[in-house]
């Protein structure tokens, strides 16, 4: 199954997307956690991509679909993925339909998660990573420029509900309560049944 996860900052779509994507057997890609890969390893793309990111603003388009096209290219993403993270501009949606296309293959479902904006502030500036055995505030997460990416978020990214709806391949859920109560209602509307396995998706080609 292709699945994109579509939401906010700090609506949860790291989380679910691991939860999920161990139910799908099909690999997780967060951009998010590509970036800050090669940041922390230096590389070339990190040193590129840190300065937006630590702003609150995208990578610019070029950057992220080339590394997205890549990655999609990986023998573990042929017979599905759940992308978290990307598309977030209306280009971004469209080049990823192409290099789709040009695999033969098309996404499944977007999966939008709803989280009303004053909690996202709540959340995020709240939040802190684990690193080397320290909880550390991403800086990214500072309120600031939590507020700039929810901006940018609102400019940028929420067009794409519509531009997924138009295709037929939108569903919203609610995104507040329990990790397992937002998991059950994101499987459910995958086409997942309680008993397990997915009902109705489409086998991989
Ligand atoms: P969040 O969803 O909490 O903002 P992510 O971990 O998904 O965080 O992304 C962190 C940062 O990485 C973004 O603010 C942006 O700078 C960059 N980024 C991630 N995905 C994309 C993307 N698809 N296009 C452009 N920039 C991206």
Known sequence: MRVVLLGPPGAGKGTQAQIIAGRLGAPAISTGDIFRANVSGQTELGQKAKVFMDAGDLVPDEIT????????AEPDAKAGFLLDGFPRTIAQAEQLAGSLADLGQGLDRVLELVVEEEELVRRL???RMLVDGEWVQREDDKPETVRHRLEVYREQTSPLS??????????????????????????TALGFTDDDGPAGAPAAS
């Open 65 to 72: 679909v080339a590394m997205v096209k890549d990655r999609l």
């Open 125 to 127: 500036s709240g939040r």
């Open 162 to 187: 519509g531009f997924y709806r138009q295709a037929g391949l939108l569903s919203q859920i609610d995104a507040i309560g329990e990790i397992d109560e937002v998991t059950d209602r994101a499987l």
